[in-house]
């Protein structure tokens, strides 16, 4: 019988325990892991030549990464995080006193304090309450009034695992007149986005969770349309035309994304980082979504058998790689107690905004979650007696 794409993916993890925490940290696949060996033994002999293959390299992760979302690679700048992604725009953007942008209150802070941070300039932030641990596109448009110039959003809420309506809320926004930012980090890997045909104007994700990268490395897009009017808030040599030049007077600003760069990248974490969506592209959307389906339900079976009460979303269009469970009865300061157990077994799961969350990746297995049901099977015994 021949390999599957996921067990073709599971022979690059070296992986000791089980990991459940994907919408955490994830582990790296055995090329990213070497492509940080192969840069840093090149670095350290040969500086020079290592720092401009690298300009290439980066150069050349644009364009893949431009090719994965269906836009162009002078549309793609390097980051460190999906926090500067996020600060890069609300601190450029064309804000005047009195405008306003609306987000869900529920946003993990990346998506939250770069917006507060703008109130000293006359800017209000707008915090729309989840009903169900759901953000219906209706609630948003509920929210918006004359004032309002930006909709900032998670594809994927980092507490309960709901799935924005991102279609949809791009078509409310086209109508408004908005500009549509989308913080990416807890969907893109498993989950697509075509931001252009979505109507997203600007998207920003870390590369260290599902995109299975290092830390200290992720990217922004910016639709090209918006580049004249994101002012960059950081310059430096590398935001110009021709930066190699090292001019002393002041060139044109770059133009491509890379003028939001400002100064020099980090090879090694860029080389990585295309490694990494390599690794995730050698399967395709439809066969991503079937298979995070089938890993999220048989989670979602096993919990329920032992009495859990499920939080995340399951239905169509709202459901993601994250389970967010309760339970019944047990305090929120008990929980780490219980995280610390499955550690103890192997196993390594989350709570956030008291929920117990587990995120499977494509090459975790249904043995994976056999191993995870064992475990609560025991953990709750004894805490039971």
Same mark, same amino acid.
């Given at each position: 019988m021949s390999e599957t794409v996921w067990e073709r993916m599971r022979r690059e993890m070296r992986l000791p325990n089980l990991h459940l925490d994907h919408a955490g940290v994830s582990p790296w696949p055995d090329r990213t892991r070497q492509a940080i060996v192969d840069w840093a033994e090149r670095a350290a002999i040969d500086p020079i030549g290592t720092s401009y293959s690298g300009y290439q390299r980066a150069d050349?992760?644009?364009?893949?990464?431009?090719?994965?979302?269906?836009?162009?690679?002078?549309?793609?700048?390097?980051?460190?995080?999906?926090?500067?992604?996020?600060?890069?725009?609300?601190?450029?953007?064309?804000?005047?006193?009195?405008?306003?942008?609306?987000?869900?209150?529920?946003?993990?802070?990346?998506?939250?304090?770069?917006?507060?941070?703008?109130?000293?300039?006359g800017v209000s932030v707008r915090e729309v309450v989840s009903i169900g641990n759901r953000i219906p596109v209706d609630r948003l448009g509920g929210a918006i009034?004359?004032?309002?110039?930006?909709?900032?959003?998670?594809?994927?809420?980092?507490?309960?695992?709901?799935?924005?309506?991102?279609?949809?809320?791009?078509?409310?926004?086209?109508? +408004?007149?908005? *500009? =549509?930012?989308?913080?990416?980090? /807890?969907? &893109?890997?498993?989950?697509? %986005?075509?931001?252009?045909?979505?109507?997203?104007?600007?998207?920003?994700?870390?590369?260290?969770?599902?995109?299975?990268?290092?830390?200290?490395?992720?990217?922004?897009?910016?639709d090209a349309a918006w580049r004249d009017r994101v002012r960059p808030s950081s310059v430096g040599w590398h935001s110009v035309e021709e930066p190699f030049r090292f001019r002393h007077e002041f060139p044109p600003l770059a133009a491509s994304s890379k003028r939001y760069e400002g100064g020099t990248i980090n090879p090694g974490l860029v080389s990585a980082l295309g490694h990494s969506v390599a690794f995730l592209r050698q399967a395709g959307p439809a066969e991503w979504r079937q +298979?995070?389906? *089938? =890993?999220?339900?048989?989670?979602? /079976?096993? &919990?329920?058998?032992?009495? %859990?009460?499920?939080?995340?979303?399951?239905?169509e269009g709202a459901w993601s790689g994250i389970v967010a469970s309760k339970i019944p009865g047990l305090a929120a300061e008990a929980y780490p107690d219980l995280l610390k157990k499955l550690r103890d077994r192997g196993i390594t799961a989350n709570f956030r905004m008291g929920n117990l969350r587990f995120s499977p990746h494509g090459y975790n297995n249904e043995g994976d979650i056999d191993h995870l049901t064992e475990a609560l099977v025991g953990i709750l015994a004894g805490s039971r007696r």
């Open positions: 050349q992760v644009r364009m893949e990464l431009g090719d994965w979302l269906g836009v162009t690679a002078g549309e793609i700048c390097f980051t460190r995080n999906t926090t500067e992604g996020l600060t890069l725009v609300a601190e450029g953007f064309p804000w005047q006193p009195g405008d306003s942008v609306l987000v869900p209150a529920d946003e993990y802070p990346t998506n939250l304090h770069p917006w507060r941070h703008l109130r000293s300039r009034d004359s004032s309002t110039r930006m909709v900032s959003i998670s594809q994927v809420q980092y507490g309960t695992g709901f799935q924005a309506d991102l279609a949809e809320l791009g078509k409310l926004c086209e109508r +408004r007149g908005l *500009f =549509l930012m989308v913080d990416a980090i /807890q969907g &893109l890997g498993p989950f697509s %986005l075509r931001p252009r045909e979505l109507g997203i104007h600007g998207v920003a994700c870390g590369g260290s969770k599902w995109l299975m990268g290092p830390q200290g490395i992720g990217f922004l897009y910016l +298979r995070i389906r *089938f =890993l999220t339900d048989r989670i979602v /079976q096993a &919990l329920e058998s032992l009495g %859990l009460e499920i939080v995340s979303p399951r239905e």
